[in-house]
């Protein structure tokens, strides 16, 4: 049982004359615990609007800092912040209670894996997803499912947007959706294909008013819908999912959770380099579509072995035939994989 929370009616009167929230569920939101997981663009956009809608209590999991080239779409970041180069998760901390002194925000500066996950997801109400990758997706999408909480998978490319919501046991979940993640180097990324700010504040939008419904009323909740949008072509579409969720899938129906019974990435610092070494889960990999991705950031060295690009100054990505990734020009492990989920979505 939740103790009975104080929260400033004043402050709140706007939101609480809408007749579906009232007093009663602005109480709800001001006991509610909710955790988004990747505080980049969706991220922040989601941050900031459960903050000024009065969330009791927000888990934030990032594992970088922000760059320039993220201010014109993460909402959160300025420039002095790209200057300080504090972690992402830790301005965000400090910029919400700026905006509401009441919320409480647990900041982790982690990559979110299978060795953690547990720990720092289980104690939530609600898990909005602000990830730029499918492999954390569907280790989301597993825990979801084992855990029964629900989950709110977004996704921004260029002007178009994707959102779903997953109530375990009721909609169909993302493994229902497309049976295992995109092969490295067949989907586009934000890094590849660009991204506008304002598809962004769409997406975090739909999260947030999904979140708020599932915290104020979760049974009336259980649309099993996708809603894709482009903002230049201006579509919108939501497609009827209601035959997957009838159906459902080895993670929501068999309890088969394969991405959290096999380890993440595992890493290695090369010794007396300034590189990391990864090994991901997916043993092949298809070096010319990553050779083309790779291609978005600089001159390609591609042979049959392995492709090499310098990504950014000084930094070198090099995969190889047998699924091996080397990152020259760092000894962080988590760069290393930021890196390597930016430029190749995997
Ligand atoms: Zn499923």
Same mark, same amino acid.
């Given at each position: 049982?939740?103790?009975?929370?104080?929260?400033?009616?004043?402050?709140?009167?706007?939101?609480?004359?809408?007749?579906?929230?009232?007093?009663?569920?602005?109480?709800?939101?001001?006991?509610?615990?909710?955790?988004?997981?990747?505080?980049?663009?969706?991220?922040?956009?989601?941050?900031?609007?459960?903050?000024?809608?009065?969330?009791?209590?927000?888990?934030?999991?990032?594992?970088?800092?922000?760059?320039?080239?993220?201010?014109?779409?993460?909402?959160?970041?300025?420039?002095?912040?790209?200057?300080?180069?504090?972690?992402?998760?830790?301005?965000?901390?400090?910029?919400?209670?700026?905006?509401?002194?009441?919320?409480?925000?647990?900041?982790?500066?982690?990559?979110?894996?299978?060795?953690?996950?547990?720990?720092?997801?289980?104690?939530?109400?609600?898990?909005?997803?602000?990830?730029?990758?499918?492999?954390?997706?569907?280790?989301?999408?597993?825990?979801?499912?084992?855990?029964?909480?629900?989950?709110?998978?977004?996704?921004?490319?260029?002007?178009?947007?994707?959102?779903?919501?997953?109530?375990?046991?009721?909609?169909?979940?993302? $493994?229902? #959706?497309?049976?295992?993640?995109?092969? &490295? %180097?067949?989907?586009?990324?934000?890094?590849?294909? !660009?991204? =506008?700010?304002?598809?962004?504040?769409?997406?975090?939008?739909?999260?947030?008013?999904?979140?708020?419904?599932?915290?104020?009323?979760?049974?009336?909740?259980?649309?099993?819908?996708?809603?894709?949008?482009?903002?230049?072509?201006?579509?919108?579409?939501?497609?009827?999912?209601?035959?997957?969720?009838?159906?459902?899938?080895?993670?929501?129906?068999?309890?088969?959770?394969?991405?959290?019974?096999?380890?993440?990435?595992?890493?290695?610092?090369?010794?007396?380099?300034?590189?990391?070494?990864?090994?991901?889960?997916?043993?092949?990999?298809?070096?010319?579509?990553?050779?083309?991705?790779?291609?978005?950031?600089?001159?390609?060295?591609?042979? $049959?072995? #392995?492709?090499?690009?310098?990504?950014? &100054? %000084?930094?070198?990505?090099?995969?190889?035939?047998? !699924?091996? =990734?080397?990152?020259?020009?760092?000894?962080?492990?988590?760069?290393?994989?930021?890196?390597?989920?930016?430029?190749?979505?995997?």
């Amino acid at each position: 049982m939740h103790n009975e929370t104080k929260f400033d009616e004043a402050r709140f009167v706007r939101q609480m004359r809408y007749h579906q929230l009232g007093a009663s569920g602005q109480l709800k939101l001001s006991q509610a615990h909710a955790a988004i997981v990747g505080c980049g663009a969706l991220g922040s956009a989601t941050a900031l609007s459960l903050t000024r809608a009065g969330i009791g209590r927000l888990t934030i999991i990032d594992r970088d800092v922000p760059e320039w080239s993220n201010l014109p779409r993460q909402f959160l970041f300025s420039e002095k912040d790209v200057r300080d180069g504090l972690p992402k998760a830790i301005i965000a901390e400090r910029r919400l209670k700026e905006i509401d002194s009441n919320v409480q925000v647990i900041p982790h500066v982690t990559h979110l894996s299978t060795h953690n996950i547990s720990d720092l997801l289980s104690s939530v109400d609600v898990i909005v997803d602000g990830t730029d990758n499918f492999e954390t997706r569907f280790l989301l999408n597993d825990f979801s499912c084992r855990e029964n909480i629900p989950w709110i998978y977004g996704g921004v490319i260029g002007a178009e947007g994707r959102v779903m919501t997953v109530v375990p046991g009721t909609t169909a979940c993302l $493994r229902c #959706l497309i049976s295992e993640p995109p092969a &490295p %180097g067949s989907l586009p990324t934000c890094d590849t294909a !660009g991204v =506008l700010g304002a598809a962004v504040m769409v997406v975090g939008g739909v999260q947030t008013a999904e979140a708020i419904k599932l915290v104020v009323n979760p049974l009336q909740q259980a649309l099993s819908r996708l809603l894709v949008f482009d903002l230049w072509d201006f579509t919108w579409k939501t497609i009827d999912l209601s035959s997957l969720s009838e159906t459902g899938c080895l993670s929501c129906r068999d309890k088969d959770y394969q991405w959290l019974n096999t380890s993440d990435y595992q890493t290695t610092i090369l010794c007396g380099q300034d590189a990391v070494q990864l090994y991901p889960k997916q043993g092949t990999l298809n070096l010319h579509n990553i050779a083309k991705q790779l291609g978005c950031f600089g001159n390609v060295k591609e042979n $049959r072995w #392995l492709v090499r690009t310098e990504v950014e &100054p %000084g930094i070198v990505v090099s995969v190889f035939a047998d !699924g091996r =990734l080397i990152v020259t020009g760092t000894r962080d492990p988590s760069r290393a994989r930021s890196i390597v989920s930016k430029t190749i979505g995997m």
